[in-house]
């Protein structure tokens, strides 16, 4: 079975302002609430086209699909989707329900693999998600994007959009090409990582330049946080507490919480097969509905 996001054996704590930081062991797969294969095998193509493994680089892990929908959507961005899973697993193929969840509403979407942990350690999966953005911002020259992330993904959008070594490194004018980016449970660095592989993959444990919470100087695309009140994996503090950073130096930051779901829920619940009836994807689409329609995104 496949595992979609999360963290694996990464333990959270309450502080002494009672901020309670990263949970327990993530071995939850989506078999808690449907099989991935289940889940892809009953979502209809009809709403795509789909381009498959196109490379953004020469390395193997560096490839991306793109799901063209069949109506696009009149001046709607092109959506990059990158995915979760602890930056030790995770792969492109397993997302076809979350594609076909924008595609019949007229969104492209484009979604990337990056290197994962051991042919990589932090920066190197931040670097890869700046070239893949990078890479959809030439496929779609004449429309902004919208860069969402899950979990480890969610880190990597975060870090890209924040730090702005990684949008200069890959070549990309992030300002005027991304128009925004969403964060669904994504942790941002309110307590240290304390448990391997996480020390080793980041060797500055979340204290340093490695976490989001340090990297809130730049101005930066207007970012929507998806927080499931129930994620006992990466908790919704984390959202809030770089929220309240960005919005603090005078950057566009809204958080959404959503009572009943977990750290999976987040991204099954863009399926519209499993949405458990929460609003989160109405939410997401008011968001991009809200957000400028050309240049100087940043603020």
Same mark, same amino acid.
């Given at each position: *079975?496949?595992?979609?996001? $999360? @963290? ?7 502080? /002494?302002?009672?901020?309670? #930081?990263? #949970?327990?062991? *993530?071995?939850?797969?989506?078999? #808690? ?8 095998? !009953?979502?209809? &193509?009809? &709403? @795509?086209?789909?381009?498959?493994? !196109? ?15 069949? &109506?696009?959507? +009149? ?21 076809? @329900? ?26 190197? *999966?931040?670097?890869?998600? +700046?070239?893949?953005? +990078?890479?959809? +911002?030439? =496929? ?18 975060? *870090?890209?959009?924040?730090?702005? =070594?990684?949008?200069? $490194? ?9 128009? $925004? #980016?969403? /964060? ?5 660095? !309110?307590?240290?990582?304390? /448990? ?40 919704? =503090?984390? /959202? ?19 009572? $009943? ?7 099954? @619940?863009? &399926? ?28």
């Amino acid at each position: *079975m496949q595992l979609i996001g $999360g @963290f694996m054996r990464m333990s959270y704590m309450k502080t /002494s302002l009672k901020v309670v #930081a990263l #949970a327990a062991t *993530m071995a939850l797969s989506f078999a #808690a609430c449907a099989p991935v294969t289940l889940l892809n095998g !009953i979502t209809p &193509s009809g &709403s @795509f086209s789909k381009a498959e493994d !196109i490379s953004y680089g020469p390395l193997a892990r560096q490839s991306l699909d793109i799901y063209k929908a069949e &109506s696009p959507k +009149a001046d709607a961005p092109a959506i990059v989707f990158i995915h979760g899973g602890s930056w030790t697993e995770g792969s492109k193929d397993i997302y076809k @329900f979350l594609a076909e969840g924008f595609t019949k509403d007229g969104y492209d979407v484009v979604v990337p693999n990056y290197r994962l942990y051991p042919e990589t350690k932090y920066p190197g *999966m931040i670097e890869d998600s +700046a070239k893949a953005v +990078a890479f959809a +911002a030439q =496929q779609y020259p004449d429309r902004p994007l919208v860069v969402m992330g899950h979990s480890a993904g969610a880190y990597n959008t975060l *870090m890209v959009m924040l730090d702005p =070594q990684y949008a200069k $490194g890959a070549d990309l004018d992030l300002c005027s090409r991304v128009a $925004g #980016a969403i /964060s669904l449970s994504g942790p941002t660095g !309110i307590i240290p990582l304390d /448990s391997e592989p996480y020390i080793t993959i980041f060797p500055d444990r979340f204290t340093g330049s490695d976490a989001p919470l340090n990297n809130v100087a730049s101005p930066s695309p207007p970012i929507m946080f998806g927080h499931g009140v129930d994620d006992t994996t990466v908790y919704p =503090q984390n /959202s809030q507490a770089l929220a309240d950073k960005i919005k603090a130096r005078g950057g566009k930051a809204v958080v959404k919480t959503y009572e $009943g779901m977990n750290h999976i829920e987040a991204v099954q @619940f863009l &399926s519209r097969r499993f949405d458990g009836k929460a609003t989160l994807k109405a939410d997401i689409m008011r968001f991009i509905d809200g957000l400028p329609k050309s240049g100087g995104f940043c603020r």
